[in-house]
């Protein structure tokens, strides 16, 4: 069945057993986060960390089941690492605050920040989970998605099986065939894996599933074609590994292009898109244009993300609806547009950054 060839698959990757029983088929990656946080909090005290920027699903999902966020912030200048000392200051807060904290929310690749995390960061969030009793859910969907021959990704599975002092981590993985290189989101297929879960908490976590019968049998079917790619030597495996080629070409093409292009506009600074499939540039905005968005109760990257729009009919996301530093401004883009379109959208983000910086610092 479908369990068997996602076990399979796990196992092939990580060089680790993997069991058809821990596998939990989804909906899309979207509905076993939901699953797995719906089991995690049970009363308003119960927090959830998350990192800054993070996907909005998160934050909206431990709102919405009465939980509370605790943002652990990664750090832009080291390539959006994360720190043992940032865990740790936040995870004190929380508990000065009465807050429980259950659960640690990881994304690699990074969504938005496109950051591939290296062992070392992995490690340093599957050890702090482990030492502190707090469950490491890791959103692995863009697992498929890296375009720098530095970095590769690794799974928590495998840093929680290989790294001491991992023996007793309580880890959940998700995986989607939304992102890589299918990109079927309207087929909603997915699962999750457990690993070093309380066979009670396990019991439970199956009624759960349970109680919404099955995932869709068209995500099921991409599940296991994710999973299982055609073999080489089979009738379509020439076909289908051109393919994947050209996609994943193209993406790692367009993701230097990408960034390249931003950095070179003098007031926006990008670090490298090193997976997923977004770039989280930084600007440097005149003081008056702070004052208007302030002034309009707006948040300045809203402001300029509006502008954007009205001119070039670009629509990017405002970085502050991912969440970041105090003080910062940015927004999220992607390059998934073809070769010749995300051109012409690189002219268009310089010649709108030159005008928005011009006029606004006419008005001071």
Known sequence: GVRE????????????????????????????????????????????????????????????????????????????????EELEKRLEEAKK???????????????????????????TLALFCADNGIVLMSDEVYQRNVYVDDKKFISAKKVAVETPGCEHLELVSFHSTSKGLIGECGRRGGYFELHGIDPFVQSQLYKLASSGLCSGVAGQVMTSLMVRSPSEGGESYEKFNKEEQQIFQGLTRRAKSLVDGLNAIDGIDCQPAEGAMYAFPRLQLPSKALEVAEANDQTPDTLYALSLLEETGICVVPASGFGQKEGRVGFRTTFLPPD??????????ASHHANFCNKYSSLG
């Not at 939990?24 to 509905?31: D, E, W």
């Not at 308003?44 to 912030?73: C, F, N, V, W």
């Not at 990881?106 to 496109?114: A, E, F, Q, R």
């Open 97 to 123: 605050s009465g807050l429980h904290v259950k659960g640690l929310a990881m994304i690699n690749p990074g969504n938005p920040t496109g950051q591939v995390l290296r062992r070392e960061d992995v490690e």
């Open 5 to 84: 060839h996602v076990a399979q698959y796990i196992a092939e990757r990580d060089g680790h057993p993997a069991f058809p029983g821990d596998i939990y088929l989804t909906n899309g990656a979207s509905a076993g986060i939901e699953m797995v946080l719906n089991a995690l909090i049970s009363q308003d005290h119960d927090a959830i960390m998350i990192p800054i920027p993070q996907y909005p699903i998160y934050s909206a999902l431990i709102t919405r089941l009465g939980g509370r966020k605790i943002g652990y912030e990664l750090d832009e200048d080291i390539g959006w690492g994360v720190t043992r």
């Open 340 to 349: 010749d379109q995300l051109d012409k959208a690189i002219d268009m983000f």
